[in-house]
């Protein structure tokens, strides 16, 4: 999967993030994920892997990543672990509560994500959010010649100083991890 990723410029995890989300996912003993943004379930199969209990909810729009994803998940021994809806984010609903909450699709999006599904996070659960520095270039955010990557950067930046202040969960940045991800964990409801 790796190999096809590479070749054909899927855009997963980069190793040393996917290394850290695995850790957490062990660590946390966390059970049920929602991915959104599945490309082919590289990181998916990946997540299942790390124990037989954890089911994922994952979501794709692309069709033909959605019908690679769909062969991939079949062939493997985590099928029974693994739901993917191949839909756009907008229009997948859940009243689910889930322990984790992989956010790894269009950027530009994540203040939208990050509104829409806090409600089905757990108290206490994770939400991870990768590419947080994109490329390395989230620090001069002027810097590139194409704008709509300017205001792509300035979106993320904006996301970056609204997460901090969000006075419902705590925030961890990992910025020298893979392309920099971030950790938010809802606070319980009596935590100040
Ligand atoms: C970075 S890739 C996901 C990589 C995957 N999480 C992994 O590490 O193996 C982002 C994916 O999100 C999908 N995507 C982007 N916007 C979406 C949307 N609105 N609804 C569903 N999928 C979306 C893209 O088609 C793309 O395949």
């Known amino acids: 999967m790796q190999r096809y990723a590479l070749i054909h410029d899927v855009p997963v995890m980069q190793e040393e993030g996917q290394l850290f989300l695995l850790r957490l996912i062990r660590e946390q003993k966390v059970r049920s994920i929602l991915e959104l943004g599945t490309a082919i379930a590289y990181t998916t199969l990946a997540m299942a892997s790390q124990d037989p209990q954890i089911h994922i909810d994952t979501v794709e ?45 269009a950027k530009a999006q994540y203040p939208v994500y990050f509104r829409r599904f806090q409600e089905n996070l757990q108290e206490e659960g994770l939400f991870v959010f990768d590419d947080m520095v994109f490329h390395g270039m989230i620090e001069r955010p002027e810097q590139p010649k194409n704008r709509s990557t300017r205001n792509l950067l300035r979106r993320i930046a904006r996301f970056r100083r609204e997460a901090a202040s969000e006075s419902g969960f705590t925030c961890e940045f990992y910025d020298k991890i893979g392309d920099g991800i971030l950790i938010m964990r809802r606070r319980k409801k009596d935590e100040s």
Do not use: G, N
């Open 61 to 105: 729009r692309d069709p033909q990543m959605a019908a690679l994803a769909e062969d991939y998940i079949r062939r493997s021994s985590h099928a029974a672990q693994i739901t993917l809806y191949p839909m756009d984010i907008d229009d997948f609903v859940t009243e689910k509560k889930y322990d984790l909450i992989l956010v790894d699709a």
